[in-house]
């Protein structure tokens, strides 16, 4: 059983950066594949960025390429989303989510086990 707890979220002005964290409990971190999701208010739930359980391998959604970095540290059991040059589009919930490691980043929601509660992101013009 892994939880996962996010943090980071805020309202901040088109242009701003945000820092997304998400600490995760047990000592199996590590060998998780990690992915942050965003959901808005009548729209379904958008992959944004994933990562690999090594940090090897990312991926981004093309809204966020360039703006978003993922990251993980695997000795604080933190993943991580920086945010930068935010724009009012990126106003959503966003969620980390966690699966047993393949090496592989899954873009979808589905297969993901372990979700946290999110934190808002809110951008104004």
């Known amino acids: 059983q892994v939880q996962l707890v996010e943090s980071g979220g805020g309202l901040v002005q088109a242009g701003d950066s945000l820092r997304l964290s998400c600490a995760a409990s047990g000592r199996t971190f590590s060998t998780y594949d990690m992915a942050w999701f965003r959901q808005a208010p009548g729209k379904e739930r958008e992959f944004v960025a994933g990562?690999?359980?090594?940090?090897?391998?990312?991926y981004y959604v093309d809204s966020v390429k360039g703006r978003f970095t993922i990251s993980r540290d695997n000795a604080k059991n933190t993943l991580y989303l920086r945010m930068n040059s935010l724009k009012p589009e990126d106003t959503a919930h966003y969620y980390c989510?966690?699966?047993?490691?393949?090496?592989?980043?899954?873009?979808?929601?589905?297969?993901?086990?372990?979700w946290g509660q999110g934190t808002q992101v809110t951008v104004s013009s």
């Open positions: 990562i690999t359980w090594s940090g090897w391998t990312m």
């Open positions: 989510t966690a699966r047993r490691g393949t090496g592989v980043v899954v873009k979808i929601p589905g297969p993901y086990e372990y």
